[in-house]
């Protein structure tokens, strides 16, 4: 893993002159110093956590599934289900957009 304090060493950022922009530091600079084993790592945890947000998914529905079934508290199996698309489901496609970057 790279820390911030070997980037900025790296990138000289306090020896920069008046006026000039700070360096800029963007995925595709960090995946580019990755080594190819480090790569692997990176896209095995990326299929692990794939596979543990389908068992999170497929849990998240039996108990709002179980909340459906008593009519005081389908509103909060709504809401359940609500937060899980603008969380987890949010998250999962920015990993995905960093994967086909990564590729």
């Known amino acids: 893993m790279i820390k911030l304090k070997n980037i900025l060493k790296e990138s ?21 110093e990755q080594t ?3 790569m692997k790592r990176f896209k ?5 956590l794939k596979d543990l ?4 998914r497929n849990t ?7 909340l459906r079934n008593s009519t005081d508290t389908v509103k909060v199996a709504r809401e359940l289900e609500s937060e899980y698309k ?3 489901t949010a998250f999962m496609r920015s990993l995905m957009r960093i994967e086909k970057r990564v590729r």
């Open 53 to 56: 947000e389908g068992k999170f």
């Open 36 to 38: 190819p084993a480090e």
């Open 86 to 88: 603008k969380n987890i």
């Open 60 to 66: 998240m529905y039996d108990a709002s599934e179980i």
């Open 44 to 48: 095995k945890k990326i299929s692990k």
């Open 12 to 32: 000289y950022v306090w020896e920069r002159k008046f006026g000039e922009p700070l360096p800029k530091l963007t995925l595709d600079t960090v995946l580019s």
